[in-house]
Each structure stands twice: as structure tokens, then as C-alpha cells.
């Protein structure tokens, strides 16, 4: 009776840090420090060890698929939700994946391949893998090390991280975890004092490079709500509202000492190229637009004078187009004409498909779930195993295709079946 009201206690804490778009979702950091400490440290190895399809160290994986598995049996349903959905449907989640069928491989015989060079440049950085750790807000709902533990592995792996506006880890705790300033993700808000906060505040934590998320409008979101309903955990005293204020996300780290009280949300009123414009008067920082999918957009931010893009539909989470990001990239490539960057994500599970994106025209390529299915499944270890195996499988498909080096991975290494 006592290790199930235990179990019981710990699944509740769990909560703390819950969904950041879940309109009654908030973070009360007393509680999540109590989920740091009631999170046992291997969780996933006790709660799958009934389970002989479901790895128990982070070393077994074969691919990125046996965390998910892995995340699962860990997670409260609630927070499995919030991670797995979509947006109605969820046929942009499944787009996302069927869409690299679309591109064949056209490899090449006889190159000597002995160490493939997988290392990439972005505004003047080097760094040794064109995979970056794209923005997941709230990551102490899947563990209780959070984005400090994916900080601490993409130090040691040597891999760019982007962290979130809705972060549950404090940007200072973050950037000494990772050991140099991360880039900063910013979700606009409907108060411009609040945005040049948030921006003041990322910029005098070192941060160079700024990726305004420019996608998430509004969304339907099922597939969480329904797993929500499946939860019989009592999650009011994690996700109490303050009452001076009613927003989700007045608890969050990056909104810490900045006025909320004003009815701000995450969409600005004036949502408009000008208001990119306007971004760059107030920041020194590189400016990266996350979300195009279009061509025109790509024509836009050029004459917006844009540094970066990353091609992106939120994972399937913010539209239901049903059209797969990698279909997106090879004409947002086309529009950006060479001025900038091009980076991509949503949906990226192998090294095949890091591959196609690099042949398509993207200067990296960025992974949300993967890592955090390493995260809720084993912590550190789990993010770092997550990222070995896309490194090892990216490294095997460049010595088959007989490409030496990321700059040597161009157009004619695929072929689209879909022209």
C-alpha cells in the first residue's frame, strides 16, 4: 500500500509541468522541484521490465522508434498526449513521415568514404553534426532534469540546441549546462513590453540567434485531448491558475519578473512582415523565421532582410495541411536564392531522412520528439543515446552514397518520384 500511494504521489507530481498550450496547464516551480525529487532516477526500467518489447537501457535501441515505445510506459497519458498529437486529425503528423517515400536515393559506387567529414557552419559557428535539438517547450513534464539534462548531452555530443520560450529550466541554468549561449526560440505575444523582455533577456544571456515561431496561430488539438481524458491522475494542485494573473505560462522561467497581468497571449495583434521589422530594431541577434513552407514566404524574408529559415509545420502540431515539411523545403530552398540558411524539421526518424534534407537544399535539420522520447525514458543518457544513432545511421548513408563531407550532399543524390 505504502510503494502504490508512492507510485500514486509521484504520478500526480508529474503533472507539474504539463502541456504549455493546455489552456488550464501551468508550472508552479515548488512542485516541479518536489517532481525533481520524487522522479526516480531509471524510471523507465522498472515500469518496463513486464514488458520484453520495451528497452530498458538507453544502449539497447536499435532506432529512435524504441524510445517512443520506451516513453510511453513512463509517461502519464496526459503528458504522452501533449507529446504524440497532432492537430485535428493528426494528418500532418502522419504526412510528415509517409512524405520521405517521396524521395529515392541515388547513391554513388567505388568513393573512398573511410570518415565521412559531418560537420556544418551556421552564421560563423562550426559545429560537428548538421542535427540540431530543435525547440520543445515544458521538458520537465517528460523528466525532471528537463532541458538541462538535453543541454548536458548536447554538450557532450557536440550538437546545437534551441531552446524554448516556454522552457520549465531558467536560460542561465541552460546555457551553463550546454556550456555556450543556446539559440532562443521566441513565441511572440500580443504586448510588445513583453516581447522586447523576453527578448532583452535572451540577448543578455549571450544568445546570438533569435527563431521567431511565426506558425502556431491557434490549433485543434484531439489526440491530446482525448489522452487527457484517459488520465486519472487529480492534477488541480499542479495546475492551478494564480488568480492575479490567469495565464498558463506567468511561472515560466523567461517570464519571470515581466509584467503578465495585461491578458497577454502568445499571438501578437499585429502579425505582419512589419512586425519582423520591427523584431530587428530591438535585437542585435541573427533573426530565423520558423514556419515557412512556402515559396513566397522565402521571396518575403529576403526582401525583410531575414538571416535564417527554418522549414517547419510545428511536427504536424500547428496546421493540418497535410502536406509533409520535406515536400515544403526544396521550394522555400529555391525562395530563400542562397541569401540565408534553410534549416528543416518535423518528422526527421533516420539518418536517410537527414540525408534527403541535406540533398534538398537544407543547411541542418532539426528533431523534436526523438529526443524528448530519450529524455522521458532515461534522461541524459536517453538524448545522448538518441542522438548516437542518427549520427552513426547519417554517417553509414553518407559512406554508402560516397559522400565525404556534408558539403558534398547535393540534388543529384535524390530523386523525387512526386515530379
Known sequence: MEESARAARRRLLQLALASPLAAAGIWASPLGRLLAQSQPQAPANARAASDASVITKAGDALDVFDFEAAARKILPPAHFGYLATGTDGDDTVRANREAFARYQLHVRRLVNVATPDMSVKLFGATYDTPIVLAPVSSQRAFHGDGEAAVARAAQAKKHLQILSTLSSTPLDVVNAARGEPVWFQL???????????????????????????????????????????????????????????????????????????????????????????????????????????AREDAELARQHKVDGLIVSNHGGRAEDSGRGAIESLREVVEGAAGAMPVLVDSGFRHGTDVFKALALGAAAVCIGRPYIWGLAAFGQAGVEAVLDLLRRELELVMRQAGTASIAKIDSSFVIDRGR
Open 187 to 293: 513565441y511572440p505575444t500580443n504586448d510588445w513590453n513583453v516581447t522586447t523582455a523576453l527578448v532583452g533577456r535572451a540577448e543578455k544571456a549571450g544568445c546570438t540567434v533569435l527563431v521567431l515561431t511565426v506558425d502556431n496561430l491557434g490549433n485543434n488539438r484531439v489526440t491530446q485531448q482525448r489522452l487527457m481524458r484517459t488520465d486519472e491522475r487529480t492534477c488541480t494542485a499542479c495546475h492551478a491558475i494564480p488568480p492575479s494573473t490567469g495565464r498558463f505560462f506567468v511561472t515560466r522561467p523567461m517570464f519571470s519578473d515581466i509584467d503578465v497581468t495585461k491578458a497577454v497571449r502568445l499571438t501578437p495583434n499585429d502579425w505582419s512582415w512589419e512586425y519582423v521589422d520591427r523584431l530587428r530594431s530591438i535585437t542585435r541577434m541573427k533573426i530565423v523565421l520558423k514556419g515557412i513552407v
